[in-house]
Each structure stands twice: as structure tokens, then as C-alpha cells.
């Protein structure tokens, strides 16, 4: 794992100039360009605020801001790994005719993804604040939970990118088990909606994305600071994780540029 | 400490891939059902390709050398193996020195960018750091030649144009060891000049490149070593002329033969091209012939001569056993392995009696004759029981343009017509003449 870090950091040039070029890419040629870095959260949004406020009502104050601070992260974490399970084979043109370590292309993906996400977030404090919900000192903890998730989600990116060299029906899977994994979170309902209080624990038990949710939302939307307990223990996981994943992936990537 | 003169060691470097890489036999379900109900153990190593069987190169440090071999011999796969994009199966490679490697122009080029957006990635991809490529920013555009297009987006771009552009970035990079995978040829003939002249500039700044081309006129010109890869080995090492000169002719050894020309890496064996007989070949006659060597008039080794200068085959020889039936046979062949003259003692009745045990057989050519070109001369002596064969590579250079096959002695003369009334008057002996030799 720490080789995997170490060649990041000697190769930085390259992954920023990878994540720039991902960032001005998406948008360049559209007319609104730039901006559709906030549209496109914001149409999503609208779409949740539609379903949930006028077709099934829900009775959550502020329900757009609730669903925006959730939203948001989920959408880093989602196109982070559906995107990074593909990260290395769809990039045969660079691997197999220039020398870089692999794991500068997940980690691309997870950057420029984390990229839009701080982007982003002014959209929700503003949102934040048409609803009178100023942002309180909780939010200095809000970088300690961005690292969290970064950590899980690169190491769960690496591992998916990896098998999907020889094992292509990954990338696939990896997209429909997201949708289900989404409303397996609570981002569009408070994890108090849910009654069952072993269904609840089991819940934040198997499904990392719910501690960080709930943190989220504990930092924006309650304005607390959030439960240390799962929190904690899910950064011990992800460490765990990241150091089986950087091993996979280092015992792996020398077939890299063969298999693709 | 021979480790730091040499930039590249490879020693008994093998390189296998699955055949599923060749073939395009990828892992899906289906197969992978297949395999496990036929039983998953048997197909494992019959599915393995090796590309490369145990190469050995060293390339010492500032030297250019030229890899050459048929489509498939696996060149690509040695430049992939020292760039480090793939890892030797088996075997030792060591690199001393930064590494820069051309195998592909425009890597990493997004089309909605413009010229200049795309030199910047192109560049950190390529190995440089985003102050050395601002650095060059302003060489590069101009060595592009792409003027006020360069900020417009590169999908606007022509073919040759985006082929300029990319050669530009990747010959800014400054590495110790070059690696380029048949790209010199890039754009007009303006360009691809340009392209050479800051390949000789690599040159004499000492840096080691590694050149794989099919041009192999390139190769004679621009290398000082000439590394051929055949059937998964290197077969020859030495110099480019000499090294061109029996590949040329095994080519063409094999059209003769109508060799299948399969991708060698599938075929058995390796699929190496018919042995050219040479000096190293094992002979089974009772004459051998041990070295052939070119002279000149005064008797002084010879590899580049005139068409009007003559030359002296030599060959030494050894006899073990009765030979009476030896007849030695001289050839001069073209670059491309045709025959251009071929001749024997028996041919011409030439009486070998009481052959000496050492001895050296003389081919005495007064004039050659030959155009400008690399030529090889091939001595053998066959005998019922064998033959044994050594050749020789040589060069002609000529002051004048001719074209053909031979020069055959002549002088020009310019004389008026017996009724001629013209009112020059031509005297005997002024007569215009040009002698050419």
C-alpha cells in the first residue's frame, strides 16, 4: 500500500493533469459548459423533490436541503465506482503504450468526481440557506468525513477496476447493484423512517454508505456532530480495505497492459 | 564497471502471453463453463504464446541500434518490455537511465482540446513535469509548424497535422534512452527531414535510442548497431549493413521457398525464416570454407569501393578427406538477395588438382562494374558430400546517378555524319568526349 501511495505522489503531475483534463472535458463543446457542474445535481434533485413532495408526500422539513446533503456524496460515491470499475480497461490507448502506474486512472476518476462534489457544495449551503439553515462549527467536521469516504472509495474502486480486466461482466453488475445500493441508503429518507431497530442496526452494520449518509446529514441538516462509533469504526474498515485492495491490485497490474 | 556504459541489458529475457490476448478468446462465462466441465487443469499452458524465447541484447550507452525482423517476430513486444509497460516472464532486463518511449503519437489527446491543451497532457503523460512542458511550450508549437491552429480544438485537425503535433511533444521530452516504434515517418517530406535532423540531434547528444523499423535503409543509415529478431531470438547482432543485408536475403530465401509467412509467434518452433547459408552454418563437406574476405589491388581489406575499382575474393579453406569432386562456386548477389552473377570452377573448367590441405581460394574481378549499392559476394564449395559456403558484404559507391543492373565499360563520342555540311567544322581528335569513370 504504501508503494501504491508513494508512486501517486511521485506521479501527481500526471493525475492532476488527468483530472483537469476530465473536469474541462465533460463540458467542453456543451453551451452552458461550466455550469451544468451545478444543473446537473440540481435536475437530479428536482427530480426526487417531484416523486417525494408532490406524488408520495413526505413529512420532512426542508425536504429538498435533507435530500441535497445526501444526494450529493452519494453522487461522488456512485460515479466514482461505476466509472472506476471501467477506469483501466477502457484506457488500453494509454496502458499499453506509455509506462505510469495503473492506479493513477481509478484514482483519476475518484478525484475528478470528488472534484465536482466540492464544487458542488456551494449549491447546497446556498440551498441551505434559502431555507434558513445556516451552516453551524459542526461542519469542521465535514473534511474528517470526506476523507473517510474518499479512503472507501478508492479502495473499493481499485479492487472493482482490477478484476474488471479479465472479469468485463464486473462493470455491468457494478451498475445495477448500485441502484439497489442507493435506496439501500438513507439519502432520500432519514434512517429514523425506518422502524425496526435491529433493521436499522443491521442496516448501518452491512452498508458503510449509511454511517457516512448519516453524517452528512448530522453535520448540514441537524446541525450535531456526528456518532463517532460507526463512523470510527468505518474509517478502521476502510484502511483495512484500502491496504487488501492495493494488494490485489499490485499482485495484479502487471497483466494489466497485457489483458486489455 | 561495464554496468554503467551499457543503457539496456537484457539476459535470456522470455516473454509469454495467454493466447486469449492473440486470439481474442476472452474469460466469459460461457468459457469458463467450458473449460471447468472439460476439465480446467489440461489448457492452462497449451494456451500460452511465448512471443520471446530467450532474448540477450545489450545496447551500450549512446548508441542507436535498429531492431528489425519480420511483422510478428516480436519487436513491439521488446520495445514493451524495456519500456517497462510489460514485465518479462522470465529472464533479466536492466535500464540504466530515464526512459522515454514512442510506441504511439497523441497519446492521451482529447479531441475537444485545443493544440495547445493537448501538448500540456500529451507531455506529463509522456514523462516530462508541467514546468518542463510550459518550458518548451513555444519549441514545440514551432517545430509543429501548426501556427495560429494550434488554439483551435484537435478533432479540426487534418491527419497530418495531429501526426506533426504529436511528433513535436514527444521529441521534447529528454530522456537517456529513446524508444521509437516506427514513427519516423511522419508527414511530408519536409517534415519527416525535420523529423530525422532532431533524431541525429539525440545522436550527438549522446542518448541511446532504440529504433524499431521495417525501412531498412533507415536502419543503415541512422544506426551503429543492427539487432534482428527472428522467430522469438535475436539471430543477428552486428552492423546495420551487414545485418540488413542477410535479412534481405533470407526474405526473399523464404519467398523462394514460398515459406507460409505466419505470425511467427503462433507458429511451431517459432517460425523462424530459412537459415541464409553463412559462415556460421555447420559444413558437412569435405571442403570448408572458413572466412571470406574482399580486397583491394594492394592487397588491403575492403568493404566500400568504386564501380570501376577491382576486387579480390579470398577465401580460406581447409579439405579433410578426398574431394575430387569439389567445384567452388562464387556469387554476387544484390541487396535483396537476387543473383546478379554466378560462376564456378567447373563452369568455367578451372582444374583443381592436388587440392592442399589450408589453402586459400582467390576469385580475381578486374573491374567490377557495379552500380551504387550494398552487395554481398557468397562463397561455397560443393562437393557430393557437402557444402560448406562463407559470404561477405560489401558497398559501392557512385559519384554519378546511373540506373540498371551493371555498368558495362564506356566512353561517349560526339562525331558529324560523313555528308554533314555543317559549318563547324568537327577535327579528328577534338571531337567532344566524355569519359565516365
Known amino acids: ?260 | 564497471m561495464p554496468e554503467s556504459m551499457d543503457a539496456i541489458i537484457l539476459k535470456d529475457v522470455v516473454k509469454s502471453f495467454r493466447k486469449r490476448t492473440i486470439r481474442g478468446e476472452y474469460t466469459t462465462f460461457k468459457s469458463e463453463l467450458l473449460r471447468w466441465l472439460r476439465g480446467k487443469r489440461q489448457s492452462r499452458d497449451a494456451s500460452l504464446i511465448t512471443a520471446l524465447r530467450g532474448i540477450n541484447l545489450t545496447v551500450p550507452m549512446g548508441k542507436t541500434v535498429g531492431i528489425i525482423g519480420r511483422n510478428g517476430s516480436g519487436k513491439s513486444t521488446l520495445l514493451k518490455l524495456i519500456t517497462g509497460i510489460y514485465t518479462p516472464t522470465s529472464g533479466d532486463l536492466r535500464i540504466n537511465g530515464r526512459i522515454s518511449a514512442l510506441l504511439d503519437l497523441g497519446a492521451g489527446f482529447h479531441p475537444d482540446f485545443s493544440g495547445r491543451e493537448n501538448i500540456l497532457i500529451n507531455g506529463i503523460i509522456l514523462g516530462m513535469t508541467r514546468a518542463e512542458v510550459r518550458a518548451r511550450m513555444d519549441e514545440i508549437i514551432a517545430f509543429s509548424e501548426l501556427g495560429e491552429f494550434i488554439d483551435e480544438p484537435v478533432r479540426t485537425y487534418s491527419s497530418g497535422m495531429y501526426m506533426r503535433l504529436a511528433f513535436a511533444v514527444a521529441t521534447h521530452v529528454d530522456p537517456d534512452i529513446l524508444i521509437i516504434d516506427e514513427i519516423l515517418a511522419v508527414g511530408d517530406e519536409h517534415f519527416s527531414k525535420k523529423s530525422l535532423a532532431k533524431m541525429m540531434d539525440f545522436k550527438r547528444q549522446g542518448k541511446t535510442i532504440v529504433l524499431v523499423t521495417h525501412d531498412l535503409s533507415t536502419v543503415e543509415r541512422w544506426c551503429d548497431l543492427a539487432a534482428w529478431i527472428d522467430g522469438g531470438y535475436i539471430r543477428r547482432v552486428g552492423k546495420p549493413s551487414e545485418v540488413t543485408a542477410e535479412y534481405r536475403e533470407a526474405i526473399s530465401l523464404a519467398e523462394a521457398q514460398s515459406a507460409a509467412f505466419t505470425p511467427p509467434a503462433l507458429t511451431e518452433g517459432g517460425g523462424a525464416l530459412p537459415q541464409v547459408p553463412s559462415e556460421s552454418l555447420p559444413a558437412e563437406g569435405p571442403v570448408r570454407i572458413h572466412r571470406v574476405q574482399l580486397l583491394d589491388a594492394r592487397g588491403e581489406s575492403l568493404e566500400v569501393l568504386s564501380p570501376e575499382e577491382g576486387l579480390e575474393v579470398r577465401a580460406d579453406f581447409s579439405v579433410e578427406g578426398p574431394c575430387e569432386d569439389v567445384d567452388f562456386h562464387v556469387r554476387l548477389q544484390a541487396a535483396d538477395g537476387r543473383t546478379l552473377y554466378e560462376t564456378s570452377t567447373r563452369r568455367e573448367a578451372v582444374v583443381l588438382s592436388r587440392m592442399p590441405n589450408q589453402g586459400v581460394l582467390r576469385f580475381v574481378v578486374e573491374r567490377l562494374g557495379a552500380l551504387g549499392g550494398d552487395y554481398s559476394l557468397v562463397v561455397s564449395a560443393r562437393a557430393s558430400k557437402g557444402e560448406s559456403s562463407g559470404r561477405c558484404a560489401f558497398r559501392v559507391v557512385s559519384a554519378t546517378e546511373e540506373e540498371g543492373v551493371f555498368r558495362p565499360p564506356h566512353r561517349w563520342l560526339v562525331e558529324p555524319g560523313a555528308d554533314s555540311q555543317a559549318g563547324v567544322p568537327f577535327e579528328p581528335g577534338t571531337s567532344p568526349r566524355v569519359e565516365v569513370g
Open chain 1, 1 to 260: 500500500m504504501i508503494r501504491l501511495v508513494r508512486e501517486l505522489y511521485q506521479y501527481r503531475g500526471l493525475l492532476i493533469s488527468l483530472v483537469q483534463r476530465e473536469l474541462k472535458a465533460r463540458y467542453r463543446g456543451s453551451f452552458l459548459g461550466f455550469l451544468w457542474t451545478f444543473l446537473n445535481p440540481t435536475l437530479h434533485m428536482l427530480v426526487y423533490v417531484l416523486l417525494f413532495t408532490v406524488v408520495m408526500r413526505q413529512n420532512i422539513p426542508n425536504f429538498p436541503f435533507f435530500m441535497f446533503v445526501g444526494l450529493l456524496p452519494w453522487i461522488w460515491f456512485s460515479t466514482s465506482v461505476g466509472g472506476g470499475a471501467s477506469a483501466i480497461s477502457d484506457r488500453r490507448d494509454l496502458l499499453t503504450k506509455v509506462r505510469f502506474p495503473a492506479q493513477v486512472l481509478p484514482t483519476s476518476v475518484v478525484v475528478t468526481n470528488l472534484c465536482n462534489f466540492v464544487l458542488s457544495l456551494p449549491l447546497m449551503l446556498v440551498l441551505g440557506m434559502a431555507y434558513g439553515q445556516w451552516p453551524t462549527w459542526h461542519v469542521v467536521l465535514f473534511p474528517v468525513v470526506v476523507l473517510i469516504q474518499l479512503t472507501f472509495t478508492l479502495a473499493l474502486t481499485y479492487i472493482l477496476a482490477a478484476i474488471n480486466v479479465t472479469f468485463r461482466d464486473l462493470q455491468h453488475i457494478v451498475s445495477n447493484l448500485l441502484t439497489l445500493w442507493f435506496f439501500a441508503t438513507p439519502v432520500l429518507y432519514p434512517l429514523s423512517t425506518i422502524q425496526d431497530e435491529s433493521a436499522r442496526s443491521l442496516m448501518l452494520a452491512l452498508n458503510p454508505m449509511v454511517s457516512l449518509m448519516t453524517s452528512y446529514q448530522a453535520i448540514f441538516y441537524e446541525h450535531r456532530l456526528p456518532d463517532a462509533g460507526p463512523l470510527m469504526t468505518l474509517a478502521a474498515v476502510s484502511v483495512v480495505l484500502l491496504w487488501g485492495a492495493s494488494s490485489i491490485f499490485e499482485s495484479r497490474r502487471e497483466e494489466f497492459a497485457e489483458s486489455i
